[in-house]
């Protein structure tokens, strides 16, 4: 673990903030598609990334799913620590984008560690920041861009935090993440392949312009 902590997050914390971490927390591997934290449940740890990507996603009022945004290694989750100073349960739904190590810190350490360290709480402020940052980003994009562009900044986006120009979907599952039809979807996807911008296969898309 220590040989992690120092590749990810050496540069961030000092010795001693890296003890206590490598202390409290606890490995954890994650598999493509799967759940590291649901709506509405309570929150007891925070991430902090090795390797990998997680996706986070809103639901509304029809179980419909928005993503929101990517977290991807040397990142946290600040919505979690962000929960916990309120309800305590999840407003989010965290899902692996592909196989992830991570690091899970009690929320017990959180408010501890911003008191006495200053690199842990610039940490945690940036990360702030950069998730509002996405958020702005995200609104922008509902608002502004055209499906057929929200749909090519998606397939980058996700070819971007897992370095990889080929995106394992369904066009379903596209739909899903940008809260619209699954027919819109696969019209504006032969859309983009027509002008060579992807390729389509069965369950898979390749990114051809990055």
Known sequence: ?????????????????LDEIETAGKCKLIKQGERLLDIGQDITVMPLIFSG?????REDDDGDELLLYFIEKG??????FSCCLGSGKSEIRAIAESDTELLMIPISKMDEWMAKYQSWRE???DSYHTRMSELL???DTLAFMKMDE???????DRAMVTNDDI???????????????????????????????????????KVIEL
């Open 53 to 57: 990507a997680i996706k986070i996603l």
């Open 123 to 125: 940490f945690i402020l």
């Open 167 to 205: 995106i394992y979907s369904t066009h379903q599952d596209v739909a899903n993440d940008l809260h619209t039809s699954r027919v819109v979807v696969s019209r504006l996807l032969k859309s983009l392949e027509k002008q060579g911008k992807i390729e389509l296969s069965r369950n898979h898309i």
């Open 75 to 80: 990142d946290t989750c600040a919505m979690t």
């Open 150 to 156: 929200r749909i090519m900044k998606y397939l980058k």
């Open 137 to 139: 980003e995200t609104i």
């Open 1 to 17: 673990m220590r040989v992690l902590l120092e590749r990810h997050y050496g540069y961030l914390f000092e010795p001693e903030l």
